[in-house]
C-alpha cells in the first residue's frame, strides 16, 4: 500500500527513541492552467468541497484555462473562423482548444 508516492514518508523518532518511518497522504495542489500553468482561482482544493461551483467555473473551460488564456483562445478561434489566421500557425498547447471552439 505505501510503495506508490502518493503517500509520503515521515520521519519520526518516538517516544521509546525508536526511529520509525510514518506515511501520511500528500496533499493536494492547486489546479493549474493548461496552456500558462498559472494556478487557477476560484477553485476549491479540499476533497469534501460541496457544491459544483466550488470545483470549477461556469465559464467555458472552466477549471482547465485560466481567464486570459481562454480569452487568448477565443480570440485565436475567431480569427480562424473569419479567414485571418490559419490553424498551422498557433501553439501547440493552444490548438486543441481552438480547435474545440471552432467545433461547438
Known amino acids: 500500500m505505501y510503495r506508490s508516492r502518493s503517500y509520503r514518508r515521515l520521519s519520526r523518532v518516538t517516544p521509546s527513541k525508536r526511529h520509525t518511518i ?5 496533499k493536494n495542489s492547486f489546479p493549474h492552467c493548461a496552456i ?11 476533497k469534501t468541497a460541496k457544491g459544483k461551483s466550488l470545483k470549477s467555473n461556469s465559464r467555458k473551460f472552466g477549471g482547465v484555462l485560466c481567464s486570459s488564456c481562454t480569452g487568448e483562445v477565443i480570440k485565436l478561434a475567431s ?22 471552439m471552432i467545433a461547438h
Do not use: D
Open 79 to 100: 480569427r480562424i473562423e473569419n479567414g485571418e489566421m490559419k490553424i498551422n500557425s498557433i501553439g501547440i498547447r493552444q490548438k486543441q482548444y481552438v480547435l474545440q
Open 22 to 26: 510514518h506515511y501520511a497522504r500528500r
Open 36 to 46: 500558462c500553468k498559472a494556478e487557477l482561482n476560484g477553485i476549491s482544493i479540499s
